[in-house]
Structures are given as structure tokens and as C-alpha cells.
């Protein structure tokens, strides 16, 4: 049956409205009932098919409503009344896979009519009901590619009371299994009577006389002495506890360790500190000619080390001043972070020294000397 939606959750005929169902006082629904809603904007459908058990017991549902525009709430508690009938069980049952089919469209009255009208039509008992409905991706089954309109599929088990008729009977022929087999469709009379609107698959048919089902009995183990009766409370002993001290176990668990650590610790000390032979009896043991050499080399290599330090590095000429010999123009050393980057001649040349002195030529006069 669908869930309706409320009208105290304002206008909810446009607007996005989820549901959550569970058992009055449990966070689930029981395990006989299921629950499907596809989208927002779709209804919520519960369905199920409860076990004898069952009977006699009134199950109370609370459904809680929200609409996920206006974040309104709203629940209500449904109440489920199981009443037994004389009509079940029915002895013969059929379970039909219907592969154009989901299961909210399965529920729907007029639609799983017209399967029962069909159903009926080929097989033609006298009492015809629908026992269970199931989701194929209940049965392990994929969910499927969003093209085509691909359907997931669903099974519907009806019973009747008279047997099976012959065409549902040609699904157990050895030409059909043999085509099932071989991934074939079988060929099956009456299919066309369900083809217009509900597209079985033959292969998956079941055919069930509960008549010549054979009971199976689970036999128990005799129950031992650490196995409690299946009845009554279970009585826990009066006697008390006895309380334990464990501060023995304590001191034997810290103290084992410890005292190894401090054995190794001891031992490790004595070998690095106690047994060193120390600089005088390395020397004793040591010739003079070896000393006398080993202190030749320290001293030698103090003493490079200390005039490393106070060297004076002297100056390149091209650092020094340079100066014009006529001018007497001094020009700025040449730092030696920029010999790279400089163009300036570093001395002068004597092409460019007759360039700058200029000798004066004697006047002819109109004397002639002796």
C-alpha cells in the first residue's frame, strides 16, 4: 500500500517530500516488511508478505515525513491488523518473474489484476491469490543500464487450489530445458496470453506442490552441561566474586625487566669507562722515535695554521693607482671583484702616450745663418 502524503506538510503536491518507516519502539521496520520510494516526488510504497507467526499480532508503523523544501515534519503511526483466512495455504504455487516489471508498479491494484486475470486465464482454478511479491535485486539481482528503460524486475508467486495446467506444465519438457540451457527462450503456448503486458521469463518459473514437499526436521544436540534449557530464566550464582590482589603480579612484571636493565646498564659502563687505556700508558707503550715524529707533524701543522691566519696578500699591480703622465689625472684603482666586467686599459701605452704629447715644430725665419 502507498503512503499518503499529509496535507500539514503545507502544499506538498510540487514539493519533495522522503519518508522514514520503523517499528513503534525499534529503529527498523520487521523483517517481513519492506519499504521502496524511488524519488522525492514519488509515493513511498510498503510491502510484504508476513509468516504465520504473525497472526493475531497488531503491528504499529511509524512513518515520519519531511519535505525537503520547507524542512516540515510530520508522523503518523500506521497500524497493521493480521487476520488468518481460510484460504491458505493454497497447496499449488507458482512463482512467475516478470522481466518489464519494477516492483512499485507490480503493487499497483489495477496492474497486479490484470496479471491475476491472466494468470488465471491459463490456468483456471477455482480460488487464485497473489502470496508474495519481491524486488529482483532482493534475489541477488543487478541493477540496470539507465537506457532503454530498463526494468529491474520482479517476482510474483501466486497459489491455487487445483494443479497446474498443461501450458504452464511445458516449462518442465526436456526440449524446453534444453533451450533454457542454451540461453533460448522455450516455447510456451500460452505465452502470448501475457506478452501484450508482462514479458516472463519461462526459464525462471517455479512450480511448487507443497503436497509433495518433504519436511525437513532439524534435530537438536542434547543439551551438555554448558548448554542452558531452551526454557525458563537463567539464574546467575549467589556467590559472590573473591576479590584478587594484584600487586605481586605487578611487582614481578616491573621488576624482572628493571633489574635486567640495570645489570646490562652497569656492565656497559664498566667497559666504557673502567677498562680505557688512557693517554700515559698509550705513550709508555710507544717508541720515542714514533712520539718524537708524531709531535714534529702537530707542531708543523700549528704553525701553517697560524700564519694562514695573519698572511698579507700583496696587491696586484693593476690594482695600484694609474695616473696621466701629461694631465696628471689620477684614475681609481681597479677593485679585483670587477677585472671581468671593466674596459679600462690597466696601463698606458706608448701609442697612446704620442697621441696625447704633442711636440712643436721650429718656425723658418728669413735670415739666412752662417
Request: hydrophobic share 35%; with cysteine.
Amino acid at each position: 500500500f502507498p503512503l499518503p502524503v499529509w496535507t500539514d506538510l503545507g502544499d506538498a503536491s510540487n514539493d519533495p517530500i522522503t519518508f522514514n518507516t520503523n517499528l513503534m519502539g525499534y529503529p527498523d521496520r520487521p523483517g517481513w516488511l519492506r519499504y521502496i520510494q524511488r524519488t522525492p516526488y514519488g509515493d513511498g510504497v510498503l510491502y510484504g508478505s508476513p509468516t504465520p507467526e504473525h497472526v493475531g499480532r497488531p503491528t504499529v508503523i511509524e512513518i515520519t515525513a519531511y519535505n525537503r523544501r520547507t524542512f516540515e515534519t510530520a508522523r503518523h503511526n500506521l497500524v497493521i491488523n493480521i487476520m488468518a483466512t481460510e484460504e491458505f495455504p493454497l497447496p499449488y504455487q507458482a512463482e512467475f518473474y516478470i522481466k518489464n516489471m519494477n516492483v512499485e508498479e507490480m503493487l499497483v491494484s489495477e496492474v497486479l489484476g490484470d496479471f491475476l486475470g491472466a494468470v488465471k486465464n491459463v490456468w483456471q482454478p477455482e480460488r487464485l491469490n497473489a502470496i508474495n511479491i519481491t524486488s529482483a535485486l532482493d534475489r541477488g539481482g543487478r541493477v540496470p543500464l539507465p537506457i532503454n528503460n530498463l526494468k529491474e524486475g520482479v517476482y510474483v508467486m501466486v497459489g491455487a487450489d487445483v494443479p497446474f495446467s498443461s501450458c504452464l506444465r511445458e516449462v518442465e519438457s526436456p526440449h524446453n530445458q534444453l533451450r533454457c540451457s542454451q540461453e533460448m527462450e522455450p516455447a510456451i503456448s500460452c505465452d502470448k496470453k501475457f506478452r501484450a503486458q508482462f514479458h516472463i521469463d519461462w526459464c525462471k518459473i517455479s512450480l511448487v506442490d507443497i503436497n509433495k514437499v518433504v519436511p525437513v526436521y532439524i534435530t537438536r544436540p542434547d543439551p551438555g552441561t554448558g548448554i542452558l534449557p531452551d526454557f525458563g530464566e537463567y539464574n546467575p550464582p549467589s556467590e559472590s566474586l573473591k576479590s584478587r590482589d594484584y600487586f605481586s603480579d605487578f611487582l614481578v612484571t616491573m621488576a624482572i625487566p628493571s633489574a635486567v636493565a640495570l645489570v646490562l646498564f652497569f656492565i656497559l659502563g664498566h667497559i666504557m669507562c673502567c677498562r680505557r687505556e688512557g693517554v700515559e700508558k698509550r705513550n709508555m707503550q710507544t717508541s720515542d722515535i714514533q712520539l718524537v715524529h708524531h709531535s714534529a707533524i702537530q707542531k708543523s701543522t700549528k704553525e701553517l695554521r697560524s700564519m694562514s691566519k695573519n698572511r698579507e696578500i700583496s696587491w696586484p699591480l693593476s690594482t695600484l693607482p694609474v695616473f696621466n703622465p701629461v694631465s696628471g689625472e689620477v684614475v681609481p684603482p681597479i677593485h679585483p671583484d670587477n677585472y671581468e666586467t671593466t674596459s679600462m686599459p690597466l696601463m698606458q701605452t706608448q701609442s697612446n702616450l704620442q697621441n696625447q704629447i704633442t711636440i712643436p715644430q721650429p718656425r723658418p725665419s728669413g735670415k739666412a745663418s752662417v
